[in-house]
Structure formats: structure tokens, C-alpha cells
């Protein structure tokens, strides 16, 4: 049955007379998609054709006298033909076999276009990398936690995470595990905006990672994924992936469950007006993290799909923390806990226009729910014992559509709105706050391409009205916020490729930072008899300027220079009333960022496989913060290498290693730390399984040692963590390789489920 999408027609004007199609498949009837259709006119070559995914062609030539068809594995079939419909094009397996083919040329590992980079899943890249989260750490500027249970971005205070260009929303541990279970041979591509362009909205200083799989065509296929980790407490992963396609319907679906214990330590000092206080404590997080997604592709015809998604993403935690405070006249011992039960349901109907002469539209509904419903006791020694009773439900609701169109010239228009509204409804025993907020937004982009130079040229509105009422315990009432603002914000991209082995890409854009809904809360907890945390509803939104500057050597090597200026920044800051300390989120002022990144990947030899990375940064702060002026910024830099051996027996053994200088973020100096990790994997049953055994930070070397010198703050805090572990891997991939997978696509509420804050 026909597919939605023809890849590529003839570049000729359409005249129904001259028109030839057919449908390309093997001896048993599949179709062959990417099979190459030369057509011939007074005996010359005059157009080339690609078969889509379901193996059809339909190209236009007129005064044709035949056609030449090939495909990888398969002997060419010439068909001497005027211009008609062909039908079923049967091609012959080859029956003989090249004794040696020598690829001279080095394969790409990186191309630049005009508003991102793309790591292309070749040969090459695989002997890198073995599944979607190593790919994605090929990138530059891109950098995984030495826990692999988050994903970094240099000068990037947040990552956003998309499938086929839709947004996935798991927390940071959920969405590594689930990209370390994609094997990398079910990856088409992965493409890194560090600038995003006007198309996408992000939030605030957020870059985007997009990953493209690989779209077959009929059958089975899947991933199942197990793994398991020990230090003081244990993590145990099991996850699978199964996709199936046949005719016009595609399913995918996704399925894990994560558990486990993290310990965490600190020694904490700090000068009080009457003296020192010391205090020891120790946070246990203990969950268990259910996930499932089901993704739903129907063709309804040759250029329209409708697809649908339901994600459901739950978390049962109890964390607990222990706390002994000793000051010269006054001890105390506090025992707080903190279960709590959260999930996630997300519901999305999408409809997808696509034709072969340039133009796409699709349109997105989505709806969200979010539910956290949570108990605190806070029990300290010759104190009244107290209880939080929280909940906390937010429901988003969007409209999101998308159309551009592309014409022969390389002119490309893009265009699309939203509309969303979202309310948040807060409780903390008599305490409540209510949220609303409504965004409008509409965007427009212009881009083309001549010769060695590319452009970009886009601009976004956006119209949000946010109103928050609170009512207190106290019989205080708050109607805050209560504000409407309106932004416009423009970005621009230019290319420039001075040599085949040289590239340049310069952007520009201008974004806003929506606070966190739970940030906006005016409540008040305390952890102990000296320290408290509190919401702050008098946020501002945060404005973000960047430039950034991107070159490329040989498709592999990548430096980039970046600088961003935050106005309004705002962060989690610290206050000293008396001798409790109390911590907010608060707009501090001005941040001014400068980044330099370097990616370096080497091949030594066919069984050493290497990649360097290098990072320098400065971060400037200056503006009023709840204890005085700050006016203070400094250097700070980052290497790390990964080293990849191929050895005999279908063994592999990589080292990787990290060093990262002492830096600062607003009042609070970090120390410098580093951590060296190794790990050997054997790949089992003809390649589609594998198993891996590693440790990380093998010389306890990763810290975490922080010190305040701030107005009338003055202390230090060295934490320990589980950072030492020992873990087992096994993966085994399995079903039909050639699979059509449903074709995902940035969904409306990413950005409003991303300031959920969970």
C-alpha cells in the first residue's frame, strides 16, 4: 500500500503527459526504499529519483527513452519504456559477491547547517558510540553526567530532549536510561541547536538535542535493556522498546522501570553572629519510577498522517533526611521525611500534511496533568513536631501548528502559533495558591542558500498574561503576579563553507526564561531549627541575549565560541536573618557568559577510537541580592577524553576521564573535582546483544565542595555522595532492523511542562 511521501520528484516543470512511476521492491514483494531511479533522454542522463519509504517513484521527463534502477544488494534492471505508470518493479538479489571494496574517504562525523549541528550515524560514528546517549555525548558542547543520569550543555542552563521532533518528557534519570536502551544502529541522525531558531520554543537559556531514528518499513523490532549498579545503595534499571509497522500503521512503544537508593552527606560550617555553627547531615532518596509511552502513526493517504501519543510517567519516593546542628549554646538533632507520589499523563492527537513539492503542515493538541501529593514531618529534639500536608495539581492544554514551504530557488518559509493555557492549584495544609497563565505566540522564519553562504532570518511573538492569587494561614491574601507582558524576539543565522573541509555558522537570537511554577509558591518550609525555603511570587521574567560562533574542520572537528547575557537572571539565593538561614529564588541581576568548546574526535588505529573535549568559560554576575551588591566573576575550564579499544573476541574496553576547574555561580565558589571511569563489554548471539560490566570514579575524586563569603554569609559545605560505583549491563536487540517507526514531532506543551520544576 502506498505510503504518505514521495522523497524526491524531478526537478523539471510537471506536465502529466511526460509522468513515469512504479513501485520498487525485492523478489518477495517489499519495497526498497532509497532505490535509485536514472532516467535517460536522446540516450543521456537527464534526471535522478529516489524511491520513499514504501518503494514508489513518480518523476516527469519528457522525450524519455528508458531508466535505470539499482539498490544496494541487487543486480540493476534498465527499462526501455515511454512515459506510463510501470507497476511493481521486481529487482534480482546479486548472486555475486565484490572480493574487496576500499572506502578511501574519511566519513563525516559532523556537519554543520544553517541553524544546528548534525551528528551523522555512519560506520565511523558507530565504532564510537553503541547507543543513543554515547551518540549524543559525540556532540559538541554536550557533556553526560558522570552518573550518566543527566545530559549537559555548555552555557546552558537546561537541555531539552526530542524524538523526530517531538519533545519527551521524563526526568533527567528517565530519559538517559531510556536513550542508553536505543541501540546506536536504530539512529538516523542527531542534531544539536545550541541557538534555537524561531520555529522552537524554548525556555529561556535551553538548547536542543534532537534525535532522528531510522524509519524501515514493515515488521518487528525492539531493545531490552537491563541494568544494575552498586555503591552504598543499589540501581536497578529495566527498560524495552518495541516498534511494529505494517502498511499504513506504525507503532511504538516505550516501557521501564527504575528503582534505587542515593545517599548523599554533608559537613556544613557557618559563623553566626554568636559564634560557629557546625552541622552534619545526610539525605536519603529512595524511588521507584514506573514509565510507559505509546506512540500511534496512521497514514490516511499518500500525504497525510494522524498519529496520537499517551505517556504516563509515575514516581513513589520516600526520601528522609537527618540533620545534627551544634552551635555554642544550643544543640539540635532534626529527623525529616518526605514521601511523597507524582505522575505525569500527557495526551497528544497530531495530524501531518506533507507533500513532494515543498510544503508541510502539521497541527498539534496536547493535554497535560501533573499531580504531586506529598507528606513532610520535620521532628527536632525539644521543638513542636511539623507536618506539611502538600499537594500540588497542574493541568496545560495547548494548540500548536507548524507550516513552511520550500521552493527550487532554496528559499524556505516557515510560519506557525500557539495558544496555551495552563493552571496550577497549590496546597500546603491552610495554605493555598492558585495560578493561571495564557501564552499566545506566533513566529515567521525566511531561509535560503547561494553558493558557499546560507541565511536565516526569523522572529517570534509571544503575549502571556499570568495572574496568581494566594490566601494564607495568616488571613493574608496575595494577588500576585499579576502581569501582562509582550516580547518580540528575532534570531539570525549565517553560513559561510570558505573550502570543502571549512565551515562557519554565526547566530544570533533573543529568548525569554519563564520562572518554575513551583518557584512562584509563598510558602515556607523548614528543614530545621536554622533553615528555611520559601517561594518567592514576585519573579520576573528573565530575558536572554546570545551570539554564538561555530567552526568546523574536516566534518570532525569543532570549535565553538559562544556569549550570553542574562537580564533579570534568576537562581536560588541565600539570605542569613538572625541565625537562620533562608533560601529563594530570586531575580539577582545580570550574567554575562563566555564559553569556548573544542571537539576532537580521533581515529589511531582500526581498533583505537578516541575523543577529546575541552571546555573554557567565564560567568560574571552583577546586581542586588538579598544580603548586598555582587560584582564578581571568574574562569574556570573542563577536559575530558574517552578512549575506545576493540579487542580480539568481540571485546571492548573504554576509559574515560574528566577534569573540571573551580568555578563560580552567583555567591557560591565550587572547588575543582574529576573523576576516571572504565568499563569492558562483549558483544553475544551474532552481534544483537551485549553485555558490560564498568566502575566509575575509581579514585574518589569527584567532590562536591562549595564556600559562601558573601555580605554577612560566611561557610562552607563539602558533600560526599555514592559517586564510586560498580555496574552491569546487558542489551539485546532484536526483531526486523527495517522498521517504519511513528514520526514524532515537537509537540506544543514542552515548555510549559518543563517549568513544572519535577
Same mark, same amino acid.
Given at each position: 500500500?502506498?505510503?504518505?511521501?514521495?522523497?524526491?520528484?524531478?526537478?523539471?516543470?510537471?506536465?502529466?503527459?511526460?509522468?513515469?512511476?512504479?513501485?520498487?521492491?525485492?523478489?518477495?514483494?517489499?519495497?526498497?526504499?532509497?532505490?535509485?531511479?536514472?532516467? &535517460?533522454?536522446?540516450?543521456?542522463?537527464?534526471?535522478?529519483?529516489?524511491?520513499?519509504?514504501?518503494?514508489?517513484?513518480?518523476?516527469?521527463?519528457?522525450?524519455? !527513452?528508458?531508466?535505470?534502477?539499482?539498490?544496494?544488494?541487487?543486480?540493476?534492471?534498465?527499462?526501455?519504456?515511454?512515459?506510463?505508470?510501470?507497476?511493481?518493479?521486481?529487482?534480482?538479489?546479486?548472486?555475486?559477491?565484490?572480493? *574487496?571494496?576500499?572506502?578511501?574517504?574519511?566519513?563525516?562525523?559532523?556537519?554543520?547547517?544553517?541553524?544546528?549541528?548534525?551528528?551523522?550515524?555512519? /560506520?565511523?560514528?558507530?565504532?564510537?558510540?553503541?547507543?543513543?546517549?554515547?551518540?549524543?555525548?559525540?556532540?559538541?558542547?554536550?557533556?553526560?553526567?558522570?552518573?550518566?543520569?543527566?545530559?549537559?550543555?555548555?552555557?546552558?542552563? @537546561?537541555?531539552?530532549?526530542?524524538?523526530?521532533?517531538?519533545?519527551?518528557?521524563?526526568?533527567?534519570?528517565?530519559?538517559?536510561?531510556?536513550?542508553?536502551?536505543?541501540?546506536? +544502529?536504530?539512529?538516523?541522525?542527531?542534531?544539536?541547536?545550541?541557538?534555537?531558531?524561531?520555529?522552537?520554543?524554548?525556555?529561556?537559556?535551553?538548547?536542543?538535542?534532537?534525535?532522528?531514528?531510522?524509519?524501515?518499513?514493515?515488521?518487528?523490532?525492539?531493545?531490552?535493556?537491563?541494568?544494575?549498579?552498586?555503591?552504598?545503595?543499589?540501581?536497578?534499571?529495566?527498560?524495552?522498546?518495541?516498534?511494529?509497522?505494517?502498511?499504513?500503521?506504525?507503532?511504538?512503544?516505550?516501557?521501564?522501570?527504575?528503582?534505587?537508593?542515593?545517599?548523599?552527606?554533608?559537613?556544613?560550617?557557618?559563623?553566626?553572629?554568636?559564634?560557629?555553627?557546625?552541622?552534619?547531615?545526610?539525605?536519603?532518596?529512595?524511588?521507584?519510577?514506573?514509565?510507559?509511552?505509546?506512540?500511534?502513526?496512521? $497514514?490516511?493517504?499518500?500525504?497525510?498522517?494522524?498519529?496520537?501519543?499517551?505517556?504516563? /510517567?509515575?514516581?513513589?519516593?520516600?526520601?528522609?533526611?537527618?540533620?545534627?546542628?551544634?552551635?555554642?549554646?544550643?544543640?539540635?538533632?532534626?529527623?525529616?521525611?518526605?514521601?511523597?507520589?507524582?505522575? #505525569?499523563?500527557?495526551?497528544?492527537?497530531?495530524?501531518?500534511?506533507?507533500?513532494?513539492?515543498?510544503? @508541510?503542515?502539521?497541527?498539534?493538541?496536547?493535554?497535560?496533568?501533573?499531580?504531586?501529593?506529598?507528606?513532610?514531618?520535620?521532628?527536632?529534639?525539644?521543638?513542636?513536631?511539623?507536618?506539611?500536608?502538600?499537594?500540588?495539581?497542574?493541568?496545560? %492544554?495547548?494548540?500548536?501548528?507548524?507550516?513552511?514551504?520550500?521552493?527550487?530557488?532554496?528559499?524556505?518559509?516557515?510560519?506557525?502559533?500557539?495558544?496555551?493555557?495552563?493552571?496550577? !492549584?497549590?496546597?500546603?495544609?491552610?495554605?493555598?495558591?492558585?495560578?493561571?497563565?495564557?501564552?499566545?505566540?506566533?513566529?515567521?522564519?525566511?531561509?535560503?542558500?547561494?553558493? =558557499?553562504?546560507? #541565511?536565516?532570518? +526569523?522572529?517570534?511573538?509571544?503575549?502571556?498574561? $499570568?495572574?496568581?492569587?494566594? @490566601?494564607?494561614?495568616?488571613?493574608?491574601?496575595?494577588? =500576585?503576579?499579576?502581569?501582562?507582558?509582550? %516580547?518580540?524576539?528575532?534570531?539570525?543565522? &549565517?553560513?559561510?563553507?570558505? +573550502?570543502?573541509?571549512?565551515?562557519?555558522?554565526?547566530?544570533?537570537?533573543?529568548?525569554?526564561?519563564?520562572?518554575?511554577?513551583?518557584?512562584?509558591?509563598? &510558602?515556607?518550609?523548614?528543614?530545621?531549627?536554622?533553615?528555611?525555603?520559601?517561594?518567592?511570587?514576585?519573579?520576573?521574567?528573565? =530575558?536572554?541575549?546570545?551570539?554564538?560562533?561555530?567552526?568546523?574542520?574536516?566534518?570532525?572537528?569543532?570549535?565553538?565560541?559562544?556569549?550570553?547575557?542574562?537580564?533579570?537572571?534568576?537562581?536560588?539565593?541565600?539570605?542569613?536573618?538572625?541565625?537562620?538561614?533562608?533560601?529563594?529564588?530570586?531575580?539577582?541581576?545580570?550574567?554575562?557568559?563566555?564559553?569556548?568548546?573544542? !571537539?576532537?574526535?580521533?581515529?589511531?588505529?582500526?581498533?583505537?577510537?578516541?575523543?577529546?573535549?575541552?571546555?573554557?568559560?567565564?560567568?560574571?554576575?552583577?546586581?542586588?541580592?538579598?544580603?548586598?551588591?555582587?560584582? *564578581?566573576?571568574?574562569?574556570?575550564?573542563?577536559?575530558?577524553?574517552?578512549?575506545?579499544?576493540?579487542?580480539?573476541?568481540?571485546?571492548?574496553?573504554?576509559?574515560?576521564?574528566?577534569?573540571?576547574?573551580?568555578?563560580?555561580?552567583?555567591?557560591?565558589?565550587?572547588?575543582?573535582?574529576?573523576?576516571?571511569?572504565?568499563?569492558?563489554?562483549?558483544?553475544? &548471539?551474532?552481534?544483537?546483544?551485549?553485555?558490560?560490566?564498568?566502575?566509575?570514579?575509581?579514585?574518589?575524586?569527584?567532590?562536591?565542595?562549595?564556600?559562601?563569603?558573601?555580605?554577612?554569609?560566611?561557610?562552607?559545605?563539602?558533600?560526599?555522595?555514592?559517586?564510586? =560505583?560498580?555496574?552491569? !549491563?546487558?542489551?539485546?536487540?532484536?526483531?526486523?532492523?527495517?522498521?517504519?517507526?511513528?514520526?514524532?514531532?515537537?509537540? +506544543?506543551?514542552?515548555? *510549559?511542562?518543563?517549568?513544572?520544576?519535577?
Amino acid at each position: 500500500m502506498k505510503k504518505f511521501l514521495t522523497v524526491l520528484f524531478c526537478l523539471s516543470a510537471f506536465t502529466a503527459a511526460a509522468q513515469v512511476s512504479g513501485k520498487v521492491t525485492d523478489e518477495k514483494g517489499d519495497a526498497l526504499p532509497g532505490a535509485v531511479i536514472r532516467l &535517460f533522454k536522446n540516450n543521456q542522463p537527464a534526471k535522478t529519483a529516489l524511491t520513499d519509504t514504501a518503494g514508489y517513484f513518480n518523476c516527469n521527463v519528457p522525450g524519455l !527513452n528508458y531508466l535505470v534502477i539499482t539498490s544496494v544488494g541487487f543486480m540493476a534492471d534498465t527499462i526501455f519504456t515511454t512515459q506510463k505508470p510501470l507497476g511493481n518493479i521486481k529487482l534480482i538479489p546479486a548472486t555475486r559477491r565484490l572480493n *574487496e571494496v576500499r572506502v578511501q574517504a574519511r566519513q563525516p562525523i559532523i556537519k554543520q547547517e544553517t541553524d544546528r549541528s548534525v551528528i551523522m550515524v555512519n /560506520e565511523q560514528v558507530k565504532k564510537l558510540a553503541d547507543n543513543a546517549l554515547e551518540i549524543v555525548n559525540l556532540a559538541p558542547s554536550i557533556t553526560i553526567s558522570d552518573n550518566e543520569d543527566a545530559i549537559l550543555m555548555s552555557g546552558k542552563a @537546561e537541555v531539552q530532549i526530542m524524538i523526530n521532533d517531538k519533545p519527551v518528557k521524563m526526568t533527567a534519570r528517565d530519559l538517559a536510561k531510556m536513550l542508553k536502551a536505543m541501540p546506536a +544502529g536504530s539512529i538516523k541522525q542527531v542534531e544539536i541547536l545550541t541557538n534555537p531558531p524561531a520555529k522552537y520554543e524554548v525556555n529561556g537559556n535551553t538548547g536542543i538535542i534532537n534525535i532522528k531514528t531510522n524509519m524501515g518499513v514493515k515488521g518487528i523490532t525492539g531493545n531490552l535493556d537491563y541494568s544494575t549498579s552498586q555503591s552504598v545503595y543499589n540501581w536497578t534499571d529495566l527498560s524495552g522498546l518495541l516498534n511494529y509497522g505494517a502498511g499504513k500503521l506504525a507503532v511504538s512503544t516505550y516501557g521501564a522501570w527504575h528503582s534505587g537508593g542515593y545517599l548523599t552527606s554533608d559537613v556544613k560550617v557557618r559563623k553566626l553572629n554568636t559564634g560557629t555553627l557546625n552541622q552534619q547531615t545526610s539525605n536519603l532518596d529512595n524511588w521507584s519510577d514506573p514509565v510507559w509511552r505509546v506512540a500511534i502513526d496512521y $497514514a490516511i493517504g499518500k500525504k497525510s498522517t494522524l498519529g496520537g501519543i499517551i505517556e504516563r /510517567e509515575a514516581s513513589t519516593n520516600t526520601s528522609s533526611y537527618d540533620s545534627y546542628l551544634q552551635q555554642p549554646s544550643n544543640s539540635y538533632q532534626t529527623i525529616g521525611s518526605n514521601p511523597y507520589v507524582r505522575y #505525569w499523563n500527557t495526551y497528544n492527537l497530531n495530524y501531518r500534511y506533507s507533500d513532494t513539492l515543498g510544503t @508541510e503542515l502539521t497541527v498539534d493538541l496536547d493535554r497535560a496533568d501533573f499531580t504531586k501529593n506529598g507528606h513532610i514531618t520535620v521532628i527536632t529534639t525539644g521543638q513542636p513536631q511539623l507536618n506539611y500536608e502538600t499537594l500540588t495539581n497542574i493541568s496545560i %492544554n495547548t494548540l500548536k501548528t507548524d507550516y513552511s514551504h520550500a521552493w527550487k530557488n532554496k528559499l524556505k518559509l516557515e510560519a506557525g502559533f500557539k495558544i496555551a493555557a495552563v493552571q496550577t !492549584n497549590n496546597n500546603q495544609d491552610a495554605n493555598q495558591f492558585n495560578y493561571h497563565e495564557n501564552i499566545r505566540a506566533a513566529y515567521t522564519a525566511l531561509s535560503g542558500s547561494a553558493a =558557499r553562504w546560507g #541565511w536565516q532570518f +526569523g522572529l517570534r511573538a509571544e503575549q502571556t498574561t $499570568a495572574k496568581g492569587e494566594s @490566601e494564607l494561614a495568616s488571613s493574608a491574601k496575595l494577588t =500576585r503576579p499579576d502581569t501582562s507582558y509582550f %516580547n518580540l524576539l528575532p534570531s539570525a543565522y &549565517f553560513t559561510y563553507a570558505p +573550502g570543502a573541509k571549512h565551515h562557519l555558522r554565526l547566530s544570533i537570537s533573543r529568548r525569554i526564561k519563564r520562572p518554575d511554577y513551583n518557584d512562584l509558591q509563598p &510558602f515556607t518550609y523548614v528543614q530545621d531549627p536554622l533553615s528555611q525555603q520559601t517561594g518567592n511570587p514576585n519573579l520576573r521574567v528573565q =530575558r536572554n541575549d546570545e551570539a554564538e560562533l561555530t567552526y568546523t574542520f574536516d566534518d570532525r572537528i569543532t570549535l565553538v565560541g559562544a556569549y550570553s547575557q542574562a537580564n533579570d537572571y534568576f537562581n536560588t539565593i541565600m539570605k542569613q536573618a538572625g541565625n537562620v538561614l533562608i533560601e529563594m529564588p530570586a531575580n539577582t541581576g545580570t550574567m554575562n557568559t563566555l564559553n569556548f568548546d573544542l !571537539n576532537y574526535p580521533v581515529k589511531a588505529t582500526k581498533w583505537w577510537n578516541m575523543l577529546y573535549k575541552a571546555n573554557l568559560g567565564n560567568d560574571h554576575f552583577k546586581g542586588a541580592l538579598l544580603d548586598g551588591e555582587l560584582n *564578581e566573576g571568574k574562569w574556570h575550564y573542563q577536559f575530558s577524553t574517552s578512549q575506545r579499544f576493540t579487542l580480539p573476541g568481540k571485546y571492548q574496553l573504554q576509559l574515560s576521564g574528566r577534569y573540571t576547574s573551580a568555578s563560580q555561580n552567583l555567591i557560591y565558589a565550587r572547588q575543582d573535582n574529576a573523576n576516571v571511569s572504565a568499563g569492558i563489554s562483549r558483544k553475544l &548471539f551474532k552481534d544483537q546483544a551485549s553485555v558490560r560490566l564498568g566502575v566509575s570514579d575509581i579514585f574518589k575524586t569527584q567532590r562536591n565542595y562549595t564556600s559562601v563569603n558573601f555580605g554577612s554569609l560566611n561557610y562552607t559545605d563539602e558533600g560526599n555522595f555514592e559517586s564510586r =560505583r560498580v555496574s552491569f !549491563n546487558f542489551s539485546w536487540r532484536f526483531g526486523n532492523t527495517k522498521i517504519r517507526q511513528t514520526e514524532e514531532r515537537r509537540r +506544543g506543551d514542552a515548555d *510549559e511542562k518543563g517549568r513544572s520544576g519535577s
